[in-house]
């Protein structure tokens, strides 16, 4: 059974519908490629895509372990490579301003971004620049 269902919609957009929840995700392509750049383009989905599984990932871990990770946030850089035209590197920074102050959880958590399914899925190719700063 289907998980996502997208449409092509015109002018280098497309709509992508999640089928459990009806949620929609629009892209268009970039400015320097094309397009209006008035959404995510769908390399920016990837790289955003990595953040959100590595706190998600940590997110699970810290919950069995009785913790949320209520604060954290992080940002995400894309840098695109030409010939051919890919991501070349994510570089994702965490901030969190009062961690948990178990050392050894602290260091679960990061393991657990580092091996999250988006992390393993992408290429060796992409460079994941990730910097904790906690």
Request: with cysteine; glycine share 6%; hydrophobic share 35%.
């Given at each position: 059974?289907?998980?996502?269902?997208?449409?092509?919609?015109?002018?280098?957009?497309?709509?992508?519908?999640?089928?459990?929840?009806?949620?929609?995700?629009?892209?268009?392509?970039?400015v320097?490629?094309?397009?209006?750049?008035?959404a995510?383009?769908?390399?920016?989905?990837?790289?955003?895509?990595?953040?959100?599984?590595?706190?998600?990932?940590?997110?699970?871990?810290?919950?069995?372990?009785?913790?949320?990770?209520?604060?954290?946030?992080?940002?995400?850089?894309?840098?695109?490579?030409?010939?051919?035209?890919k991501?070349?590197?994510?570089?994702?920074?965490?901030?969190?301003?009062?961690?948990?102050?178990?050392?050894?959880?602290?260091?679960?958590?990061?393991?657990?971004?580092?091996?999250?399914?988006?992390?393993?899925?992408?290429?060796?190719?992409?460079?994941?620049?990730?910097?904790?700063?906690?």
């Amino acid at each position: 059974m289907p998980t996502i269902k997208s449409t092509y919609l015109e002018n280098l957009r497309t709509s992508s519908q999640h089928l459990q929840s009806g949620k929609e995700i629009i892209t268009d392509a970039p400015v320097d490629n094309k397009g209006k750049g008035e959404a995510f383009s769908p390399t920016d989905l990837v790289a955003s895509a990595l953040g959100s599984c590595m706190v998600t990932i940590m997110g699970i871990v810290a919950h069995r372990e009785g913790h949320e990770l209520t604060g954290l946030n992080w940002e995400v850089t894309k840098v695109m490579d030409s010939n051919p035209r890919k991501i070349k590197e994510i570089i994702i920074d965490f901030n969190w301003e009062h961690p948990l102050e178990d050392p050894k959880l602290l260091q679960k958590l990061k393991n657990a971004a580092r091996t999250c399914p988006v992390a393993l899925s992408l290429s060796d190719e992409v460079v994941q620049s990730v910097t904790f700063n906690f």
